[in-house]
């Protein structure tokens, strides 16, 4: 069913770049498994309910926000609606990559985005960029910490409370680590910089602005010691991996630490997932109408069906990520008694300082209060990839090398075989 429609996708893709025109045709771009992809029919149907019009969903998607940022820098690809996470928004904003949102057009009644909004996502999105505010580009999707996804038959709470874990030569081979540069980055460089932090000398703010050479050495240094221990650099792969038993550690997002939880429960096996005591980054991915849009109307659509709390809650259930959409609606979908209270007072206000949900998907207070969110490096970017390159790059070098060297091998001696051939069938050839 998933080919078949992927296929349709492709053939309303190719239409549309052969004709050029597609005012009934809306291209997103989203990461993969972040969408329960049922919504997306419905979309179609709602859109035609409220404007009478057509619409069909083009659904592409990336595993790295870096990705899908060329596409669009680079690429100039007419995708309506694209979701990167809060650096990448400001990149965009600082590079005029965006066009500003009209929900005004759409109306009182069915404008989820305005009804839903949280006002701690709006605070946050106002910090992305101090120039421009974010809010009025930009709808939050899903948020959540980056931490470590843990075995807990194996690995213990203590052992998984500190970034050093990656480096722990109890679970080297074990080790998973998100192919994402910013997202290890900042994690290790709070690692390293810990004294610092305790100290006061320096802010988790700092860090998160910190891409001199000196810090990109350390890191460097630090993650070449980790990489003979890793199993493997997954953009997707890190979470079933883990549910198999084959992973006992994970450096990962905090929804797929939800999904893999629950897979792994139903067979036997047993995950946890914390932020480390250390600090972490808190990240905030957002829906988004880039400047080479050409569906700007039925993209704002788009952007306020997301935010319907009951397509919200589906999301979320489908994918493990949790929904910015700060109605109550969603945060009562959330609540199971069986589990501890958390401190959720600055996302929904003072009536939930003590929920009952799960504290992976909405991190208490005061772990909130121990992250902070990243931010665009602006052309320094170029300086971690190199690096993060180098760290993976030779990781593969020896092997890579000789595979090179063997199939250079075999096209020098297919060439010449087949030039003495040549050779020999027509002697008086010029
Ligand atoms: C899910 C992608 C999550 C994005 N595959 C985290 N920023």
Not at 159 to 169: K, L, V
Not at 255 to 262: F, K, N, S, T
Not at 268 to 282: A, F, H, I, K, M
Not at 375 to 403: C, E, F, P, Q, Y
Request: charged share 25%; with cysteine; proline share 4%.
């Amino acid at each position: 069913m998933k080919i078949k429609l992927l296929a349709f996708a492709a053939l309303i893709a190719a239409a549309v770049s052969c004709t050029g025109e597609r005012a009934d045709v809306l291209k997103v771009y989203n990461w993969s498994d972040y969408i329960d992809e049922s919504v997306l029919p419905e979309f179609e149907e709602w859109y035609k309910e409220m404007t009478g019009e057509e619409i069909h969903v083009v659904y592409q998607t990336f595993d790295v926000n870096e990705t899908m940022l060329s596409k669009i820098e680079k690429g100039h690809e007419d995708y309506d609606v694209v979701c990167p996470s809060d650096y990448i928004i400001e990149r965009m904003l600082n590079n005029g990559l965006l066009l500003p949102l009209d929900f005004a057009s759409i109306p009182e009644d069915i404008n989820y985005i305005e009804l839903n909004r949280s006002p701690y996502i709006q605070g946050v999105f106002r910090s992305i960029n101090p120039s421009i505010d974010a809010n009025e580009y930009s709808v939050a999707y899903m948020w959540g910490t980056t931490g470590i996804l843990y075995n807990s038959d194996e690995v213990t709470l203590e052992e998984a409370s500190t970034w050093d874990i990656i480096r722990n030569p109890k679970f080297a081979g074990r080790v998973l680590i998100k192919d994402a540069p910013r997202d290890v980055y900042g994690p290790v460089l709070i690692y390293l910089k810990q004294n610092e932090l305790k100290e006061g000398t320096v802010t988790l703010e700092d860090l998160m602005h910190d891409s001199s050479d000196e810090s990109i050495a350390a890191v460097e240094a630090y993650l070449k010691q980790v990489k003979d221990g890793v199993l493997g650099w997954e953009a997707d792969f890190g979470k079933e991996q883990m549910t198999k038993g084959r992973g006992l550690v994970s450096l990962n997002w905090s929804g797929d630490a939800v999904w893999a939880i629950e897979e792994a429960g139903e067979v036997g096996v047993n995950l946890d997932y914390l932020v480390p005591e250390e600090g972490s980054t808190v990240w905030f991915d957002g829906w988004v109408i880039p400047k080479y849009a050409k569906n700007i109307k039925a993209a704002t659509y788009f952007i306020d069906f997301m935010c319907r709390p009951d397509i919200a809650i589906r999301n979320m259930e489908e994918t493990g990520y949790v929904s910015a959409n700060g109605s109550l609606e969603v945060l009562e979908s959330q609540i199971d008694e069986e589990l501890e209270p958390v401190d959720l007072s600055y996302f929904f206000g003072e009536e939930a300082s003590a929920v009952r949900v799960d504290p992976v998907l909405y991190p208490d207070r005061a772990v909130i209060e121990r992250c902070a969110l990243e931010h665009d490096w602006g052309a320094d970017t170029d300086k971690l990839l190199a690096m993060w390159s180098r760290v993976k790059g030779d990781n593969a070098g020896v092997s890579t090398i000789v595979v090179i060297v063997l199939a250079a091998a075999a096209i020098i001696v297919v060439l010449v075989t087949k030039g003495r051939k040549k050779r020999h069938r027509n002697p008086y050839r010029r």
